[in-house]
Antibody, heavy 115, light 107 residues
Framework: EVQLVESGGGLVQPGGSLRLSCAAS????????MTWVRQAPGKRLEWVAN????????YYVDSVKGRFTISRDNAKNSLYLQMNSLRAEDTAVYYC????????WGQGALVTVSS | DIQMTQSPSSLSASVGDRVTITCRAS??????LAWFQQKPGKAPKSLIY???SLQSGVPSRFSGSGSGTDFTLTISSLQPEDFATYYC?????????FGQGTRLEIK
């Protein structure tokens, strides 16, 4: 059974940093594209970033370019999202998902950016 | 960016009804279209990928069709557990984009 478990969310002040992690199991992690998607309260889903199998390709939505960095550690079956210079509009539940078509999703991690 | 527009935005239906949700892309996306179901407070669940391929474990009452710019998700006979919000998503090009969602409610 595929399991994706996010961690690292919390309350952070504007301008602060946070690192999200996603622990994967139940599939061959190193064979899959991985993705971060977020959902602000009451809003639609928003793709944030994704990364290919070996980490050589990374793509970001414009609103996070230069502030967020996606990475992975295939030896640890883990996906990461380093979030810097956080803004109030980054407040959302952040999900990790696997596969090019987002086949399975984690339960989400809440990130709140507020003073 | 490719805009994804779903219709209707909300829908009331009864158990046993046949329901169709439409998704239109602002430009052609071939068949790089997925559908997701989300219940309140829960993570999205993948239903369909490549416009018409059913994810493993998803009931056969769900089906998808379309190519290019116009797509549909059909639920052949609504069950109580199907009342949720449904999102389409294109993964043909970056940025990957989602529709605004269709909220399916019990009549």
């Amino acid at each position: 059974e595929v399991q994706l478990v996010e961690s690292g969310g919390g309350l952070v002040q504007p301008g602060g940093s946070l690192r999200l992690s996603c622990a994967a199991s139940g599939f061959t992690f190193s064979s899959y594209w991985m993705t971060w998607v977020r959902q602000a309260p009451g809003k639609r889903l928003e793709w944030v970033a994704n990364i290919n199998q070996d980490g050589s390709e990374k793509y970001y939505v414009d609103s996070v370019k230069g502030r967020f960095t996606i990475s992975r550690d295939n030896a640890k079956n883990s996906l990461y999202l380093q979030m810097n210079s956080l803004r109030a509009e980054d407040t959302a539940v952040y999900y990790c998902a696997n596969g090019i078509a987002f086949d399975s999703w984690g339960q989400g991690a809440l990130v709140t950016v507020s003073s | 960016d490719i805009q994804m527009t779903q219709s209707p935005s909300s829908l009331s239906a009864s158990v046993g009804d046949r329901v169709t949700i439409t998704c239109r892309a602002s430009q052609g996306i071939s068949n790089y279209l997925a559908w997701f179901q989300q219940k309140p407070g829960k993570a999205p669940k993948s239903l369909i990928y490549a416009a018409s391929s059913l994810q493993s474990g998803v009931p056969s009452r769900f089906s998808g069709s379309g190519s290019g710019t116009d797509f549909t998700l059909t639920i052949s006979s609504l069950q109580p557990e199907d009342f949720a919000t449904y999102y389409c998503q294109q993964y043909n090009s970056y940025p990957i984009t989602f529709g605004q969602g269709t909220r399916l409610e019990i009549k």
